[in-house]
């Protein structure tokens, strides 16, 4: 088992910047895969950006995503940020050797972390 606990999250506007943590507990960290994904109201959960466990991470404009073995953690640094950006951020681990894009694909998920960019 590993509890993820995202943190970081906040009112931020438009333009501006955000970093997200996600700290983990119960196993190491480099036994997974994690992603980011986002949730906005009315929506589906979707992914935003993932990273492998050897630090292969997919790529996507404004938002990146790192990992810190030593620790535990992973971050998402979140760049010139829209109102659409505005979701709920979750954290995501999985036990393979790379990210996947499905929800289903995920073994552990953190609560959540509310990002909200005002125009």
């Known amino acids: 088992q590993v509890q993820l606990v995202e943190s970081g999250g906040g009112l931020v506007q438009a333009g501006g910047s955000l970093r997200l943590s996600c700290v983990a507990s119960g196993r190491t960290l480099s036994t997974f895969s994690m992603a980011w994904f986002r949730q906005a109201p009315g929506k589906e959960r979707e992914f935003v950006v993932g990273?492998?466990?050897n630090g292969a991470s997919s790529l996507r404009g404004r938002f990146t995503i790192s990992r810190d073995n030593a620790k535990n953690t992973v971050y998402l640094q979140t760049n010139s940020l829209k109102p659409e950006d505005t979701a709920v951020y979750y954290c995501?681990?999985?036990?393979?050797?790379?990210?996947?894009?499905?929800?289903?694909?995920?073994?552990?998920w953190g609560p959540g972390t509310q990002v909200t960019v005002s125009s």
């Open positions: 990273i492998s466990r």
């Open positions: 995501a681990a999985r036990g393979g050797m790379t990210w996947r894009l499905e929800v289903s694909e995920y073994d552990y």
